[in-house]
Structures are given as structure tokens and as C-alpha cells.
């Protein structure tokens, strides 16, 4: 029989993940009356930090109909117990005096501590998002552990790029180029991974090819040489993408990249491109982003929602008047009629949007949650377009391997009807690109 552990959890790990308290299956898990206090301060934010605490309240408030937290409640059958832990008597738990009790995380800490004394027959391990807290147990003889719950990849550099080069003969090349139906065997691939198809006798004789599963022949790809709304791809994970975006059987598409490798603008050009067009396949273009502030926030802003989402939005809308040629009075007509709306994430959840093409900019700054509650609001005929850079994340709650963007690569790397693509290189200016690879 396994060893049964107690596990004090941190507030950061309610606030991240509500559910965490169900993932220690037969361990202990030890509430510092401090957490609770802590969580309440966070209860009636907007965002997902609340949306966690309300949540995790909620879940206490259901044990406590249970019986008393105080005594110890358990989860499950066969799973562990949770119980409160009072702070009394936490100067003689062995905290050293250079730590002032006064600050919540070195309560956290003593009371760990307190617990660690009273048990020690049992391990004792503090679960904490923040890295400086696992720091200062570790320095105090405490085991300390991240909560890796949602970590879908090791790290950032084993997210699914989307692509694969296969090396094969002349001949299959010729034959794909000349319509002929090729496939693929051997080779573990996913749906719409795109592939470029490489002569083994001549590196230079290339084709690229979008895979679809082992029933049917590789498809050639959708853009050609006159572009998407003025846009021409620059290079082949651009062309990749842009596949993507055009193809309509692809109705959920991810795209990761560094500042200036072009996600955000060929995925706004495709939407005007269906959206615009006169043969047009959706009734709408929607361009959203999360209210995640760089540097220190600059507070609650003055004026109507449109004013106050000015300052977010500015990006996406520098990217619509660049390919609508600075024109501000079209573009203002078209957000008048609704064709194109800049529509703020707190506003597209809650809603059914059907027939239409949604680009969420920024996705890494996302929870897995909010990621959740924004794909589930896709209706029928409706693409939605993921982009962000893993490696630019705002959110101190989530990392490189456990925000929504990552999460949707790695969940929808199988399904049918999505696709997704890393793009490599920078292509906004050599400076943009010089400080993206060096700073």
C-alpha cells in the first residue's frame, strides 16, 4: 500500500486550479486558515483568478454539508481528507526570526511546519505555484513541489509544432505534383499536419503537403501566389498557416510564434478575406483578446466599454487599418454594421456565436478554463483562430506549458477538425526579429 502523505496547499494552487483539491487522491490535504482568508480577497474578481476562488469556496461550502473541516473531511471514497489548520502557536512550529509571521506566505510556511511536528511519522510537502515561497521551505526543511495538474508537455520546446519533414523518392514527388494520389505510411502523424516532402537524392526537390489521416492521399495546399487580402506568405510555416486559415474543414485553428512572425496578421487577413469577400463564408469577423496588462496595471479607465477596451484592442486594430489600407472611415463602417466587432473575452463568454470567424490574439495568457469557456461557445458554421507566444505570458498564475494555448495544441493535435502550426521566423522588421531571438 502506498505511503500516505499530507499535502499543504498554497493559494496560488486554488487560484489556478479549483479542482486541484481533488488530485491528491488518498493523501491529506491541509487548509492554513490563512488560505481561506486569502481567497476571499480574490472572490470578486472578474476573471478567472475569481472565477477559481468562487469555485473552490463553493467546494469547501459542499464538504462543510459533509461534515466538520475542521475535524477532517474526506474527499471520496478511498480518497484523502481535508482539514483546516489553525494558526495557533506557530512561533514554536520552527520558523526561524527572520521570517515575520505577519507576511500570509511565511504563515503558510509555519503552519506547514506546525503540521510536519504534529505528524512525524507522515511526509509533509507544501504545493505552491510561487516559485520564491518553494524557495524559502526548501530553506527552512520543508519539502516543497510545483502543481504540475494541467501540465500537458515537459516543457516549451515539446508543444507540437504541426509540421514534420519526410524524406522520399523522385518519383512520389512527381507524382504528387502531377495530381496523382500519394500517402503516407510508417510514419506517426496527426490530421492537417502539414508536411514538406523532401527528395532523398535532391534536398533542394521539395513539395509541401497537408496530411490528412492513413485513408486518404496528401492534400496540396490552398494559397496560392496572389495571396490572402494583400498578404503573401513569407515563408513556409506562413504558408502552412495560411492553409489553414482558408480551409474550411479546419474549424479550430492554433498558431504559436514570436513577436513579428506573422500570426496575428494573416489571421485578421484571412477573416476579411472570407468575411469581406463577396463570396463570403461567415457573417462576421470577431477579434478578441484578454485584458492582461504588461508591466504594472494603470488602473480602472474612464468611459464606455469601448473606451476602456481602447487601449487593449490598439493592436488588433493597428493590424485591421494596416490591411485596410489606414482606412478608418471603412473600417468604422463595418463595426457599425457588426460585421467587425472588438469585442472584449469577459463579453464573448455567455454567448452562442454561429457563422462566424473569431480570432482570440494573446491565447497564452489564458487559463485553461477561460480557454474552455471560449472554444464552448463556437456555434455551428463558426472558425476559431488561436494565437500567442508561449514564451510572452503576463498571467502569473499560468507558464509556458500550462496556459489554454498549449493546453488546445496538445488536446486538439488528434481531432479532425483542427489544426495547428509554430511559425519559426520573424518577418516584421530585422529589429523585431534581432530582439525576439536575443533579448
Sequence with gaps: MLEKKIYVLDTSVYLTNADSIFAFKHNDIIVPLKVFEEIDKHKKRQDAVGSQARRIIRIFDELREVGSIRDGVPLCDGCGTVKAASSSNLEKAGLPADLDLNIPDHMI???????????????????????????????????????FNHQVVGNSEEIFTGTQELIIDDETIDAFYNDEE????????YPNQYLML????????????RYVDHNKPLEKLLVDSSGIWGIHPRNREQTYLMDMLM?????????????GSGKTICAIAAGLQQTLD????YTRLIVSRPVQPLGKDIGYLPGTMEDK???WLM?????LQFLMGNDKVTMGMYMDKGVVEIEAITYIRGRSIANAYIIIDEAQNLTIHELKTIITRVGEGTKIILTGDVEQIDNVYIDATTNGLTHAVEKFKNFSLAGHITLMKGERSEVATFAAQNL
Design 247 to 259: 480551409n474550411p474543414d479546419i474549424q479550430v485553428v492554433s498558431a504559436i510564434g514570436k513577436a
Design 315 to 319: 493592436p488588433i486594430q493597428d493590424n
Design 182 to 189: 500519394v500517402t503516407v505510411e510508417g510514419e506517426e502523424l
Design 198 to 209: 523532401t527528395s532523398g537524392s535532391n534536398p533542394k526537390k521539395t513539395a509541401l503537403a
Design 109 to 147: 510556511i509555519a503552519t506547514a511546519l506546525k503540521v510536519k511536528r504534529d505528524n512525524p511519522k507522515k511526509k509533509v510537502i507544501l504545493v505552491s505555484r510561487d516559485i520564491n515561497m518553494r524557495v524559502i521551505a526548501d530553506a527552512v526543511g520543508l519539502p516543497a513541489e510545483d502543481f
Design 309 to 311: 477596451m481602447s487601449p
Design 278 to 281: 463577396n463570396d463570403s463564408r
